[in-house]
């Protein structure tokens, strides 16, 4: 099982917009809805920022938003703050009732 | 208060073994699905395995056949077996509770496999 595909950097100045896709297949990102969405600051564990393709967990800003399209799932944070800047992974489940991750982004909050 | 604190990590030589828990607490450990996630250094995350709260266990082809996931839900706790270990094992190993999504973790337990 390959790893999802996303773009190793993305960057945005406060106050923008941006979206951090992340490409599958037909197995995994395209056939379900269990695609989640994972913070990651330096020395620290993940946390969850969405389940499900588009739901936020409680305690999470309504600045953060999921969306998918058949094999390609998305996150987009609106209004950037400077706290936003980490990593950021997807996950999806498979067909073959296992997991796989995206590669991971970095954000860099200009 | 949901917590996981996972040990065992340590120093191990190529082909080696070595044994992670994962002490879970604050929630009904039962009836959750429980995964081990990892990191190598510098790397991306990479999904381990799964023990569903039937008992059934995956694993990704990166482990399977080495990597043995349980449970013992009367001791609220989550074990790895890792056996014929490997350089590119070493990694923080995570576990972590899925419910809608990943959505705890914990501190992680350091393996690094070298000679």
């Known amino acids: 099982q390959s790893a999802l595909t996303q773009p190793a950097s993305v960057s945005g100045s406060p106050g923008q917009s941006i979206t951090i896709s992340c490409t599958g297949t037909?197995?995994?990102?395209?056939?379900?809805?269990?695609v989640s969405w994972y913070q990651q600051h330096p020395g620290k564990a993940p946390k969850l920022m969405i389940y499900?393709?588009?739901n936020r967990p409680s305690g999470v800003s309504n600045r953060f938003s999921g969306s998918k399209s058949g094999s390609t799932a998305s996150l987009t944070i609106s209004g950037l703050q400077a706290e936003d800047e980490a990593h950021y992974y997807c996950?999806?489940?498979?067909?073959?009732?296992?997991?796989?991750f995206g590669g991971g982004t970095k954000l860099t909050v200009l | 208060e949901v917590q996981l604190v996972e040990s065992g990590g340590g120093l191990v030589q190529p082909g080696g073994s070595l044994r992670l828990s994962c002490a879970a607490s604050?929630?009904?450990?039962?009836?959750?699905?429980m995964h081990w996630v990892r990191q190598a250094p510098g790397k991306g995350l990479e999904w381990v395995s799964v023990?569903?709260?039937?008992?059934?266990?995956y694993y990704p082809g990166s482990v399977k056949g080495r990597f043995t996931i349980s449970r013992e839900n009367a001791k609220n706790s989550l074990y790895l077996q890792m056996n014929s270990l490997r350089a590119d094992d070493t990694a923080v190993y995570y576990c972590?509770?899925?419910?809608?999504?990943?959505?705890?973790w914990g501190q992680g337990t350091l393996v690094t496999v070298s000679s």
């Open positions: 037909s197995s995994d990102v395209g056939a379900y809805n269990y």
């Open positions: 604050g929630f009904t450990f039962s009836s959750h699905d």
């Open positions: 023990i569903r709260s039937t008992g059934d266990p």
């Open positions: 996950i999806s489940y498979t067909s073959s009732n296992t997991w796989v």
């Open positions: 972590t509770r899925a419910t809608r999504g990943f959505d705890y």
């Open positions: 499900d393709v588009s």
